[in-house]
């Protein structure tokens, strides 16, 4: 019998993992939403990740683990989980460090963390990428600063280093995941000659 794994992913804003999402789920591999009260416009990429509430439906919510972040709240609901796990060997999800306890003590060896870490400098050209405005780039740095974002690694399974091109972390991720396949004899030294 084939166990499901929900692969959480966590890292600073910049880092990829919003985007090592998105492009795992054009591909077809399970995102399980995260609810926020924390104003997303609709064509950017958190904002198709995430589910917004009002602060009040938020409140009366009952979920499974919630945290907050720079003033906003996030939810995560354990039917949602629980239901994906059922149906998907490989689920993904969005958190921060705050809620590994409580994912750790719930699904035990089915939860593999995975950090994505990216240098001050990549995070500042990305954020700059997607005009955020510089005023709002410092106070994003000053949080990861103050709040020690940078160590999410010490709790994680796995940490990807994403300074490169997204398409070298997401092979790293599928590699995590088992996605990927060590190539034949044949195959091998096709794929290493010029």
């Not at 966590?10 to 995260?34: D, F, L, Q, S």
């Not at 950017?44 to 995430?50: A, F, P, Q, V, Y």
């Not at 683990?65 to 720079?70: C, I, S």
């Not at 994403?162 to 972390?169: H, I, R, S």
């Amino acid at each position: 019998m084939k166990t499901s794994t929900l692969y959480a992913l966590m890292g600073p804003r910049g880092a990829g993992a919003t985007t090592m999402i998105k492009m795992a789920t054009e591909m077809g591999i399970n995102y399980i939403p995260v609810y926020t009260t924390e104003w997303l416009h609709a064509r950017s990429r958190r904002g198709i990740l995430l589910k917004r509430m009002e602060q009040e439906e938020f409140n009366q919510q009952r979920f499974f683990a919630q945290t907050g972040w720079r003033g906003f709240q996030y939810g995560w609901y354990k039917q949602d989980i629980l239901e994906a796990m059922a149906a998907y060997r490989c689920n993904l999800i969005l958190i921060n460090e705050a809620v590994i306890p409580t994912f750790r003590n719930f699904l035990r060896r089915n939860l593999v963390v995975v950090n994505i870490m990216a240098d001050y400098t990549t995070l500042i050209e990305r954020m700059g990428a997607d005009k955020v405005p510089p005023e709002r780039i410092q106070e994003e740095l000053k949080y990861i600063e103050e709040n020690k974002v940078l160590d999410g690694w010490k709790q994680a399974d796995f940490v990807i280093k994403n300074m490169g091109t997204k398409e070298a972390a997401f092979q790293q991720l599928l590699a995590i995941m088992g996605l990927t396949k060590p190539l034949a004899g044949e195959e091998l030294k096709e794929q290493l000659s010029i």
